[in-house]
């Protein structure tokens, strides 16, 4: 089993920056890749960025590419979204997940976190 718990969502203007952490318990995190998602009001859940088990190999949603940067901790067992250029439509509820079986590629995870809420305001 892998625990996951998200933090650093928020409320912040159009422009700024935030940054997202998800502490992983349970299991090395070393082990997995890992990502983030997010779900906005009446849409579906959409992929934002995924990241290897080694943080060598990263992808991001053409929404977020040059904006986000997703990284991670091995020894801290922590995964990171930093956000920087934040727009109106990036308000959502930010999910962290685990891909324990190697379908990250396919946007497969199969733990995920409570989520945590970020709004920006125009």
């Known amino acids: 089993q892998v625990q996951l718990v998200e933090s650093g969502g928020g409320l912040v203007q159009a422009g700024g920056s935030l940054r997202l952490s998800c502490a992983a318990s349970?299991?090395?995190?070393?082990?997995?890749?890992m990502g983030w998602f997010r779900q906005a009001p009446r849409k579906e859940r959409e992929f934002v960025a995924g990241?290897?088990?080694?943080?060598?190999?990263?992808r991001y949603a053409d929404s977020v590419k040059g904006r986000f940067t997703i990284s991670r901790d091995n020894i801290k067992n922590t995964l990171y979204l930093r956000m920087n250029s934040l727009k109106p439509e990036d308000t959502a509820v930010y999910y962290c997940?685990?891909?324990?079986?190697?379908?990250?590629?396919?946007?497969?995870?199969?733990?995920w976190g409570q989520g945590t809420q970020v709004t920006v305001s125009s």
């Open positions: 997940a685990a891909d324990t079986r190697g379908l990250w590629l396919l946007n497969d995870y199969d733990y």
């Open positions: 349970g299991r090395t995190l070393g082990n997995y890749a």
């Open positions: 990241i290897n088990w080694s943080g060598g190999s990263t």
